[in-house]
């Protein structure tokens, strides 16, 4: 059940670009290279959104052109627009994630514009990057409820699905961008969403604020959804999506799928130096279960020497 699953790890990204402490350009890539460390391979590094948007994401080009790239690495960064894909391309990017949302809602309040507009602004998008061999993802925001509209229907998120992968999108992420879900409803989406785009290119974005994202992403790997983004420390949200809290934890989905006998090939104690490291950065405690019950351990063993 769980074998083949990869990580996303989007903690540089999603984790950072809602914190009031904007973390440096240095302190990023040192995050980074440090997640690199412990064996996470496919990292979203950045966004090129508008600094006025998200100032936390300011620097993403020296934070793309600083990582140390291996052959085993990918990559990826946001892109809104034409604009947000030059600057990409001009810093090396071989993977962008253009985002839309099924609610219209979010949409006008992340990106300004209709569900219906943005997926016109993402078409030359999505071309240019074909023709230029870029790698796109395509996430979709508020697939299991929104913060404006409320209740979000499947057939909403289906539609978009649809036409991104119809695009060329490569994978499509689903974004529980309030962490309201819980599995059934989980399930109910992917099973839908999959009646369109294969399950194994589907992504399961899933933030935590109800406490249910491990919960929703066993009952999507119950379904054979095989991609997984989660940030390290639980760190994230979206300045737009207010109240929501953050991405599951990385430590604990590796804790949960090492338990169920995939090996992920992340080495969890420089998993949890990484989180450590940034969480001092931004001044605040990890609240990935699995790093604070390591922490624990590590200070009792240290007192006991
Ligand atoms: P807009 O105001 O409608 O755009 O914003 P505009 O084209 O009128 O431009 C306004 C200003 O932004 C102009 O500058 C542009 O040059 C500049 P000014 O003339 O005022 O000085 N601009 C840019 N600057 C840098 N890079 C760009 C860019 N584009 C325009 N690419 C826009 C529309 C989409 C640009 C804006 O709303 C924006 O950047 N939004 C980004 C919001 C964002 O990043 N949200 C967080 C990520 S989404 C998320 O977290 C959810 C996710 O995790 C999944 C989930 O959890 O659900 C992915
Ligand atoms: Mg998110």
């Known amino acids: 059940m769980s ?6 790890e989007v ?3 999603d984790g950072l670009q809602n914190e009031q402490t904007s973390v440096s350009v ?12 412990a064996g996470l391979h496919t990292i979203e590094v950045g ?53 839309g949302s099924a609610s219209e809602g979010f949409s006008r309040a992340n990106i300004n514009c209709s569900v219906a507009e943005s997926i016109e602004r993402f078409k030359p998008v999505v071309a240019r990057a074909r023709a230029d061999g870029v790698k ?18 499947p057939k909403a998120v ?40 294969p399950m194994t290119h589907l992504a399961m974005h899933f933030h935590d ?22 940030a390290a420390g639980g760190l994230g949200g979206c300045p737009y999506a207010p109240g929501a809290t953050g991405n599951v934890a990385t430590e604990d989905v590796v804790y949960m799928l090492e338990g169920l006998g995939a090996a992920t090939g992340v080495d969890m104690t420089k998993l949890v130096q990484a989180t450590n490291e940034i969480s001092k950065l931004i001044d605040c405690s990890p609240v990935s ?10 200070r009792l063993a240290n007192k006991r020497e």
Not at 3 to 8: L, M, P, Q, S
Not at 28 to 34: G, Q, S, Y
Not at 69 to 86: I, M, R, W
Request: charged residues 25%; proline residues 4%; neutral net charge.
């Open 209 to 230: 604020t109800y406490g249910q994202a491990l919960a929703n992403l066993y009952a999507g790997m119950e379904e054979g959804a095989r991609v997984i983004d989660s």
């Open 289 to 298: 279960r699995v790093a604070t019950a390591l922490n624990a351990k590590r």
């Open 47 to 99: 966004a090129f959104v508008s600094p006025k948007a998200i100032p936390q994401m300011v620097g993403s080009d020296e934070v793309l052109r600083g990582v140390s790239h291996h052959a085993d690495s990918e990559f990826h960064v946001l892109v809104p627009n034409e604009k947000g894909y030059e600057a990409a391309r001009a810093n090396g990017a071989k993977v962008i994630a253009v985002f």
């Open 3 to 8: 074998n083949g699953v990869r990580i996303v």
């Open 136 to 153: 796109v993802r395509g996430y979709i925001s508020c697939v299991l409820g929104c913060p404006y509209d409320g209740e979000v229907k």
């Open 11 to 13: 903690g540089p990204r």
């Open 158 to 197: 289906v539609d978009v699905a649809k036409v991104l992968w119809d695009l060329g999108c490569y994978e499509v992420s689903l974004g529980d961008t309030i962490g309201v879900g819980t599995p059934k409803k989980a399930r109910e989406l992917l099973r839908a969403v999959a009646g369109y785009v």
């Open 26 to 37: 240095e302190g990023r890539i040192v995050f980074i290279e440090a997640l690199l460390a």
